[in-house]
């Protein structure tokens, strides 16, 4: 059980930083101190990567300055020093600055690392459009890669450099590169970068905050990279424009971290899991180029923590309540827009639910009660709810199913099947007494088998209920309540089910019956299949454990591929408020065996919508053999 703690943050993760210095235009001395600073800042907090913004040595607004013969030998002699400052510190950065390189000027970021100037990477699209004139001074390099010689040293020059950094390849590309319609920065992912740098100066305009993050967002997606976008200071002239300090580092698709525009942070720290970019490219099959000349640097990950924060719900992530609602609204068009279009392509009218008081019974009615809108018919015409108290339901969890059904005006036949159960334990020689496995599957696939008869004396189908996390865990009986016609809840976790609910609870439709729905929130998870017929004395979460672990172990597993080892790792950090490690490591534990051992149920689940990134459908995200019964892959 030690093994959990052989996982270290640095095998997973890279810790980079952008900054956003104040500038002195063209005071070079100032600019160097400034970032030599920042830069042992982040140094000093193990960041591995850092990139300053463009012409940051020099500042970005100088107009015809840039073309000073002082000025340019000050920024030559001002990158020899930052070199030097990187001697003996584990972090290597990337600055910009203007070089003149034989008959003409280039707009340059410099990666600078292990006391060196360790190449130099020119800006490949000048803007000459609305306030850039950029081609005015600046030229573009079209060549292959050279060697310039700076101070004795000679250096990599060109376009098609990466940079061998913590063990990561790195990329860079300058301010407009991002914007074009063909981005340097495509043939360097396509090459093996990463993480891709981006020294910017991008003025502010209203609306442009917005454009940035999309931009980053989409390409760090696009590419399956990180990216980190380094904005100048309002510190530059406002002669003509006004910068702001935007400072974005990009994941996979999402922001990692923001500075917001005008925030005066000087330094943005994340970290980016290389791992799960690896994962990523891997499962895309992303196309694979050899072009590059790559750079090694002696630069190694150093962090022994993480400083980004994980989130305790990754299938549900932590935004705005707007954006929250929002999302959850798009989970419950999903999964009633697949159910409505079931019912029209199979030209069926009638929809049986077992409606037990539960809350994924809950949200399963729910869902038909909007199928039926978007299929312009009342509720009470399209849906069936069946209550089926057995041997062991408690009185509260059949009275509020009764009382959901007569809040929504939906018929519903209350058919007990404790007489069912009895007979087929009696076939079988059981006593129907001791409360066994057998106790309870005879129960689960009674119900299942009336709702099926049930449904084919009216011409129906039988709506599933079991959630994404109850068929991870296997926490469902074969050919009981784990079969269905079709099955709205399949591709949402438990902890997603809970926040749906809620939500529905809010809207308009629905607020008469919130206490009601409120009552059901708050009622145990139980399939109430064993206990004394009158309380829930089956807690679901006391025998599996909780939920909410559950889910984070699924996005980790399914999603991600990720060991135990880090998946513990992970969740100990993230849950250290609410269980100890024991307990992480415990249920963690259970679920791997579990998950392992079912997935022969998974490979007869019903039909039914693809709500998140996973799914554990055999017909489409997941398959794997219905007898890896061992769960080595995933040793503990």
């Known amino acids: 059980m030690e093994r959990e703690l052989s996982f270290k943050p640095e095998e997973s993760y890279i810790r980079v930083a952008t900054a956003c210095p104040e500038v002195a235009l063209a005071d070079v001395p100032t600019n160097v101190e400034r970032i030599e600073e920042l830069f042992g800042e982040a140094a000093d907090q193990n960041v591995a990567l850092i990139s300053f913004p463009e012409m940051s040595i020099t500042g970005y607004t100088l107009g015809d300055l840039v073309n000073q013969n002082s000025l340019l030998n000050q920024a030559k002699n001002g990158l020899i020093e930052l070199a030097l400052s990187t001697e003996d510190r584990n972090c290597a950065m990337v600055v910009g600055l203007p070089m003149n390189i034989g008959n003409r000027l280039y ?193 190694e990950r150093s962090q022994t923590d993480l400083f980004s924060k994980v989130n305790r719900n990754p299938f549900l992530p932590e935004e705005s309540e707007a954006k929250r609602r929002e999302r959850l609204g798009q989970v419950v068009a999903i999964q009633a827009h ?12 009638k929809v049986v639910l077992g409606l037990s008081g539960g809350l994924d019974s809950t949200l399963a009615l729910l869902v038909a009660c909007e199928t039926a809108k978007i299929l312009g018919v009342k509720p009470k015409d399209l849906i069936q709810t069946i209550t089926m108290p057995g041997l062991a339901s408690s009185e509260d969890t059949q009275s509020n199913a009764t009382a959901l059904a007569i809040l929504l005006d939906i018929p519903n036949k209350v058919i007990p099947i404790s007489q069912l159960a009895n007979m087929d334990m009696f076939a079988i020689d059981h006593d129907a007494m001791t409360q066994d496995i057998t106790f309870e599957n005879a129960q689960a696939r009674a119900r299942t088998t009336l709702l099926f008869n049930f449904a084919n004396k009216n011409g129906g189908i039988v709506l599933g209920t079991s959630d994404l996390s109850e068929i991870a865990l296997g926490w469902c009986t074969y050919n009981g309540d784990q079969q269905s016609h079709y099955n709205v809840n399949g591709g949402i976790p438990k902890t997603v089910v809970k926040e749906e609910v809620k939500y529905l609870s809010t809207l308009d439709e629905y607020k008469a019956g919130k206490e009601l729905l409120d009552r059901i929130l708050g009622t145990l998870y139980s399939p109430e299949l064993v206990g004394n017929n009158r309380d829930i004395s089956q807690n679901t979460e006391d025998i599996i454990g909780p939920y909410e672990l559950h889910d984070f172990f699924l996005n980790r597993v399914i999603r991600w591929g990720d060991s135990a080892s880090k998946i513990a790792y992970l969740a100990c950090s993230t849950f250290e408020d609410t269980y100890s490690s024991d307990e992480v490591k415990k249920w963690l534990g259970l679920f791997v065996r579990r998950f392992a051992s079912n997935q022969f149920k998974r490979e007869n689940m019903p039909n039914g919508p693809k709500i998140a990134s996973v799914s554990l459908s055999p017909r489409g995200d997941w398959r794997m053999p219905a007898d890896l019964y061992n769960a080595a892959i995933w040793e503990i």
């Open 338 to 349: 697949g159910l409505a279009m079931r019912l029209k392509k199979t030209k069926t009218e």
């Open 107 to 299: 707009n340059c970021a410099a990666v600078l690392a292990d006391g060196k100037i360790k190449g130099i990477v020119t800006k490949t699209n000048l803007p000459t459009y609305g306030e850039f004139y950029e081609d005015r001074w600046f030229d573009t390099w079209d060549q292959d890669n050279g060697l310039v010689n700076i101070d004795g040293q000679d250096v990599p020059f060109g376009t098609k450099l990466l940079f061998e950094i913590g063990g990561t390849k790195v990329g860079v590309e300058i301010c407009e590169d991002l914007w074009v319609a063909e981005q340097p920065s495509t043939w360097l992912a396509l090459n093996g970068a990463l993480v891709v740098a981006n020294p910017s100066a991008s003025p502010e305009q209203i609306g442009k905050p917005s454009n940035r993050r999309k931009l980053v967002e989409v390409q760090s997606g696009r590419l399956i990279c990180g990216y980190l976008y380094a904005g100048a200071d309002v510190s530059e002239s406002t002669a003509e424009v006004v910068m702001s300090g935007h400072q974005l580092i990009g994941s996979n698709g999402k922001l990692a971290a923001e500075s917001k525009p005008f925030a005066g942070n000087r330094l943005l720290i994340a970290e980016i899991d290389t791992e799960h970019l690896e994962h990523d490219r891997r499962r895309l099959h992303m196309a694979n180029y050899i072009g590059a000349t790559v750079i090694k640097t002696c630069v």
